[in-house]
């Protein structure tokens, strides 16, 4: 049979745009591609990209008080302008969308900026009514903001319209505990938002180390975020040019936004995919083996479709991955159980990689290496923050299993653990490293005396080290 592709992609986000173009550039595959809304998907468009950018732009105030600890008495922080810092913001994902479909076009790919849809296992229909058929497909539409059901809450916003209000809110909900709703706490409270967080468990960051969470609930309290565990809003209603919330614990209160990061669902619906036999799973993700294979044979699904680890690099590996083993003739199979990421907070940032204290105690024995300090830069300047940094051991093979850091830039420490950890580092391993000095990273060097040892005596954990990226 001849098709009209070799591949196509359905969305043109991190792993659709990777996967595409891979395929066309370095494997000489023909390939079309369509994307509903914006070429470069949640991250660039409605994620990382603008997030990190808001984070810089919301921390210069703190950055302004610390300037004043080092003799500049002078320096003031001056009026924040949001439509202009708004609009700049605009601009730049424009440049990026450019960059994305130019990517794509100059790889040879067909951009189509339509909805698609499966029509069998060959054939996908663009929203224009344009058919095209593929040997393979690769679905990587992504997953979109879920909403918690509560009475109202269509008042409310989600991470997809925060980058873009009117105006900066004088007084802002978040609801939600995961890394969104923190980063964006940290963020309306840099920019100098009254900013209220609730969350209906009772520690945010869940999967994350508990202690090393609990320095972040410190800081949240130290930088003057209002944390609410344990309470949910149960009612969300106009209230002039605002929104009212009552709440679970009975307090009614008056905000001008309300934002849900309350999860997110794999964007399956709508795509004819159980139609065609594609099984998916119960939060609507694609269910694939680690080829990236669906249920039906010819096609495939990469990135937060698939619902596994939701971040850009997975996708983007993923992708890549996809291509290098369909195109390529090189078998790279997924595989991503272990995953180093980090939660851009301010003053300080966590990050993470491997297992948490509680995880690792429960499957064997460890030694805990834990330092907690005040970083000499902000010590210097009257700061209280302090910072943590965590090695998880295995007492059996000296392995480090786990490594957190709650700390200034933790998330550019953590990238070069990962190698590390990746390559099967053991605690003598870290040791021998001669410390770079004076730095925060020095720290995980010098930690010469476990703080505790915990778990189970006597087994060594198994942890896939294989599976490390
Ligand atoms: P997406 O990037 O979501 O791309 C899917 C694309 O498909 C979209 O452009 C969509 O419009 C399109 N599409 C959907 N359906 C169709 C259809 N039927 N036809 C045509 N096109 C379609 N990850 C990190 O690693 N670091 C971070 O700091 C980080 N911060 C984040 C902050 C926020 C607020 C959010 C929401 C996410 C963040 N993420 C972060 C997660 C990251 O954005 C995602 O993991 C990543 O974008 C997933 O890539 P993807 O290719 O699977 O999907």
Known sequence: MIFDYDLFVIGGGSGGTRAARISAQEYGARVGIAEESRMGGTCVIRGCVPKKLMIYGSNVPAEI????????????????????????????????????TNGMVDAG?????????????????????????????????GGRPAMPGIKGEKLGLTSDQVFFLKRLPKKILLVGGGYIASEFATIFKGFGSETVMVYRGDQILRDFDREICSHVTKQFSDIGVDLRLCVTPTIIEKDGEGIRVTFSDGNIEAFDDVVFATGRKPYTSGLGLEEIGVKLGGNGQIIVDEWSQTSVSTIYAVGDVVDQVNLTPVAIRAGHNFADTIFGGVRKPCNFSQVASAVYLRPHELATIGLTEEVAAEQGQIDVYVSSFRPMRSLFSGSEARSVVKLLVDVKTDLVLGCHIFGPEAGEMMQMAAVAIGMKATKADFDRAIAIHPTVAEELVTMRKPTRRVGIPAVAIEMDINALY
């Not at 202009?84 to 990026?96: P, T």
């Not at 029509?119 to 058919?131: M, W, Y």
């Open 109 to 141: 790919i067909d951009v189509y900026k339509k909805r698609a849809h499966l029509i069998d296992q060959h054939t996908v229909e663009l929203s224009d009514g344009a058919r095209f058929t593929a040997r393979y497909i690769l679905i990587a539409v």
């Open 65 to 100: 008080e610390e300037a004043r600890g080092y003799g500049w008495q002078d320096a003031q922080v001056g009026d924040f302008n949001w439509p202009e810092f708004r609009d700049k913001l605009a601009l730049e994902l424009n440049r990026l969308e450019a960059a994305y």
